[in-house]
């Protein structure tokens, strides 16, 4: 198929910003779906009240004049003769238009009427005009220096010369059962919409086209599973095992005790475990994972663990190491990340081809191609949101087949999880650890900021410390939301000489980031300024606040997920959300401290978008279909895809091969 540099109109420059949109080929382009359309409808002169918005269609009747003033601003007034009268335009900051602005031009002017002067101010002037009293243009994400237009134009040229290539990912008996339009046609009118009944008969048939994609590689997925019985089936010593869980500072709580006896006996049955363990933040995975490693190891199989940053990697190595420490189990542990050097990785690959290392904890680097187990029983990874459909494959083929233990602190209501996670069992804890404090959590407005700085102070006092979050890593022209840079600048001067103050972001190398995050657990940082990067896991018992700016741009999982930061030690802990908006939405996380029905909530409210975090969420983020308001549409997918994988008929077709070989090869 052709490539996205053959299509008209894009030349080097256009094709490093479709880039940044994430567009690398045509598909990719074809399947830019707006985010929304703006209906045009055309009125009368007449028809619109003194300063009402107006939409009309004319002809330019006299030369645009051009006026400039002071910082570049400019002004251009023209009259232009519509159907219903002569009225006056005048329009900002558009002197580049002026070329364009012939006496003659047909246009249609966007703006707002006034009917004592008989001027509309226009927002926006379109060339041309439109032969239907309706248009519903579409408008897309676009990025600086590609436009609107730009995109529109692009995605026609291609559609035009190519669209007849795009695959359609729909097997053709379920096109012609639900008359669905072909592939080509459907992307025309998604971009081209002419009425509403068409655009939203399209829309429903590109949604049905991406979760029956979806729901295919989930289903087969879960039949690969049932197939294999060929699972390891270990007799497990539960009163070695027991004498470790005995050793432990604490005693498991009663949801704990039943997620591990779940897992040891998917360890002990020939299935192979893929399980799910979900639990809110700070309910006590990590160690239930550890039980179950112990289990593996102790049946003579390596077990590995997968973390999602170094910093979680090591901080995982750590607390293992310390518990062994306290038995008299015998287990070599290693650590491997990216950063591992290039001779202490080679040893650590040795050792573990050689099965001189029982445990190994590390990062992605886990499963790269290098790396050889000697008898891998057991995957443990963490924070299952950032491993995708593909990543579970992958493990498959490199020709290992371990049990796999996946755990999420994003609660997923049932409903959605057992349709998404459709190939996994899935084990919940609910119960927290006794003894843990409620998080007060306030919501504060920017004008309260003084009393915020004073909380913060004195915690100071108390030698604790404490997270600031910002949305924005540094300013932004677009934007005036609070940033991590300006922020530190405010915190320097709130607490000169009280605090040492650093910053971590998601732009900054893994490295830098480690170190500064490693600073803050040592305690030489008293205040973390940082982005979201520290959403996941990171666990330091001296911090006790968590101040949150401008919360209302973030989705509640996503709070419930900082704030879980706090509140890891004996010591009182707080979280302050400041925002001048949405304050409804935010009083719920003062209200509530479960994840799951915090989750419910944002469900309710804003769709999967935040749960499942758009940023990481590898396969789950969908360009068209939502799972929530489309659930309809994913259920009738999920059997019409499976009706689809097990009909033997179609063992042959090349779709059903295509979309196999997509799970398998990525
Ligand atoms: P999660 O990974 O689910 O967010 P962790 O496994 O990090 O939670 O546990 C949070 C903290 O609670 C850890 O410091 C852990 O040692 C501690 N913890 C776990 N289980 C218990 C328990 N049953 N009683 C007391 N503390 C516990
Ligand atoms: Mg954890």
Redesign the pocket.
Same mark, same amino acid.
């Not at 639990?279 to 160690?287: E, H, L, Q």
């Given at each position: 198929m052709a490539e996205l540099k053959d299509v008209k109109g894009i030349g080097p420059k256009s094709l490093s910003l479709l880039n940044k949109l994430n567009i690398y080929t045509i598909e990719d382009l074809v399947t830019h779906y707006p985010f929304r359309y703006d209906i045009l409808e055309r009125n009368n002169l007449s028809e619109v009240e003194d300063g009402g918005k107006i939409v009309i269609d004319g002809k330019v009747e006299s030369v645009p004049i051009l006026m400039r003033f002071k910082a570049g601003l400019n002004k251009m007034n023209f009259r232009l003769v519509t159907n219903s009268g002569i009225v006056g335009v005048s329009i900002f900051n558009r002197a580049f238009l002026k070329k364009q602005l012939l006496v003659g031009t047909g246009i249609t002017v966007i703006g707002k009427l006034d009917k004592t002067k008989n001027v509309i101010t226009a927002s926006d002037i379109k060339l041309g005009i439109l032969t239907n009293k309706k248009k519903i243009e579409p408008v897309y994400h676009c990025t600086s220096g590609l436009t609107n237009k730009n995109l529109s134009t692009y995605i026609n040229m291609a559609l035009l010369v190519y669209g007849k290539e795009i695959p359609d990912h729909i097997p053709e008996e379920y096109v012609e059962k639900y008359n669905f339009l072909n592939k080509k046609t459907s992307l025309n009118i998604i971009h081209n919409p002419s009425t509403d009944e068409k655009l939203n008969q399209v829309i429903t048939r590109l949604k049905y086209e991406e979760l029956f994609e979806f729901m295919f590689k989930i289903n087969y997925l879960k039949e690969q599973n049932k197939k294999e019985k060929n699972g390891l089936a270990r007799k497990i010593d539960r009163k070695e095992l027991n004498k470790f869980i005995s050793t432990l500072p604490?005693?498991?709580?009663g949801d704990?005790k039943k997620t591990v006896d779940e897992i040891l006996d998917d360890l002990e049955s020939p299935t192979r475990m893929n399980r799910l363990l979900q639990?809110?933040? @700070?309910?006590? #995975?990590?160690?239930v994972a550890f039980i179950g490693m112990i289990a593996n190891c102790l049946c003579g199989y390596q077990s590995a663990l997968m973390a999602p940053t170094e910093i979680l990697a090591m901080q995982h190595y750590l607390?293992l190491q310390k518990l062994l420490e306290k038995t008299n189990i015998k287990l070599k542990t290693a650590l491997l990340t990216g950063s591992t050097s290039k001779k202490d990785k080679q040893i650590v690959y040795d050792a573990l081809k050689e099965g001189k290392i029982d445990i190994i904890i590390g990062t992605h680097s886990l499963i790269q191609d290098e790396v050889i187990y000697n008898n891998l029983g057991l995957v443990v990874t963490d924070e299952q949101h950032r491993f995708g459909v593909h990543q579970r494959a992958n493990l498959q083929n490199k020709g290992i087949k371990p049990d796999v233990l996946y755990?999420s !602190?994003t609660p997923i209501p049932r409903t959605y999880a057992l349709t998404i996670f459709g190939d996994m069992d899935v084990s919940t804890?609910k119960e927290r650890? #006794?003894?843990r404090q409620k998080i007060d959590t306030y919501v504060k407005k920017n004008s309260e900021i003084k009393e915020v700085l004073q909380m913060m102070y004195d915690e100071l006092q108390k030698k604790h410390q404490i997270y600031v979050i910002a949305p924005l890593i540094e300013d932004n022209e677009n934007s005036d939301l609070t940033n991590v840079y300006k922020l530190k600048d405010q915190m320097e001067l709130a607490f000169r000489g009280r605090a040492q103050i650093d910053i971590v972001h998601g732009k900054m190398s893994n490295g830098a980031k480690d170190i500064i995050m490693q600073k803050f657990k040592d305690g030489l940082v008293q205040i973390l300024i940082s982005t979201t990067v520290i959403e996941v @896991?990171v666990?330091v !018992?001296n911090a006790t606040t968590m101040v949150i700016f401008d919360a209302d741009r973030f989705g509640l999982s996503t709070l419930h997920q900082l704030r @879980?930061r706090v509140g890891?030690g004996t010591s009182k802990s707080q979280c302050i959300l400041i925002s001048d908006s949405d304050a409804e939405r935010l009083k719920i996380m003062e209200k509530e401290d479960d994840g799951f029905i915090i989750s419910e909530e944002d469900f309710k409210l804003r769709g999967h978008g935040d749960l499942f975090g758009t940023r990481q969420s590898g396969d789950m983020s969908f360009k068209i279909a939502n799972i929530k308001s489309d659930f309809k549409i994913l259920l009738q997918a999920k059997k019409d895809s499976k009706e689809y994988l097990l009909n033997k008929d179609k063992d042959k077709d090349d779709l059903k091969k295509k979309l196999i070989s997509s799970i398998t090869e990525a």
């Open positions: 604490f005693e498991l709580t704990q639990g809110d933040v @700070g309910s006590g #995975k990590t160690i607390n755990m !602190a804890i650890p #006794k003894g @896991g666990d !018992a @879980g890891r």
